[in-house]
T-cell receptor, first 111, second 114 residues
């Protein structure tokens, strides 16, 4: 069983819809990352957060440390948001690189 | 482009050949990390290097895989005698600091072993 679980695995939405992707983790963490990967493309770091909430444009990430749960929200979704969104937990120990990754959520936003 | 640069983007090798993947970190970054993404699986950490030093190779297969980050030039991930199971996307990331620095990822190198 992966220590970082994402849901849903696949998500299809219509342009303009509000999107939520969930991430649950079973290990203690010092930070949680949300990453975006376009098909055949590179990986972009969207957020790194250890508590509360962060917002960047139409993207919002929240984390609940007690419940070991994080969500990524996309408001007013657009076809260009279509990508794989990956949640990754930083297990701490003084390093930011030893991440445990989820398998990703494939988001498709139709026009 | 001042981002993390990886090459080649795509590499095809036959079983038994060697694969060399290169990564140039962002300007000012001295910490380099390699991750592997197997088909239908999540990313997994392989190795962490600073200039001329391997800091953590706990995620690296014990045989056939090696990595270096010389004083001059890019970091190189080397896979000897490749097998079909090595087919994957290999991503490099860099950071300015180890403990708190944000990770910046490259575009990845996609290795296909025939």
């Amino acid at each position: 069983k992966n220590e970082v679980e994402q849901s849903p695995q696949n998500l299809t939405a219509q342009e303009g819809e509000f999107i939520t992707i969930n991430c649950s983790y079973s290990v203690g963490i010092s930070a949680l990352h949300w990453l975006q990967q376009h098909p055949g493309g590179g990986i972009v770091s969207l957020f790194m957060l250890s508590s509360g909430k962060k917002k960047h444009g139409r993207l919002i990430a929240t984390i609940n440390i007690q419940e070991k749960h994080s969500s990524l929200h996309i408001t007013a979704s657009h076809p260009r948001d279509s990508a794989v969104y990956i949640c990754a937990a930083n297990q701490g120990g003084g390093s930011n690189y030893k991440l445990t990754f989820g398998k990703g959520t494939l988001l498709t936003v139709n026009p | 482009n001042a981002g993390v640069m990886q090459n080649p983007r795509h590499l095809v090798r036959r079983r038994g050949q060697e694969a060399r993947l290169r990564c140039s970190p962002m300007k000012g970054h001295s910490h380099v990390y390699w991750y592997r993404q197997l088909p239908e699986e999540g990313l997994k950490f392989m190795v962490y290097l600073q200039k001329e030093n391997i800091i953590d190779e706990s995620g690296m297969p014990k045989e056939r895989f090696s990595a270096e980050f010389p004083k001059e030039g890019p970091s190189i991930l080397r896979i000897q005698q490749v097998v079909r199971g090595d087919s994957a996307a290999y991503f490099c990331a860099s950071s300015r600091d180890q403990n708190t620095g944000e990770l910046f990822f490259g575009e990845g190198s996609r290795l296909t072993v025939l």
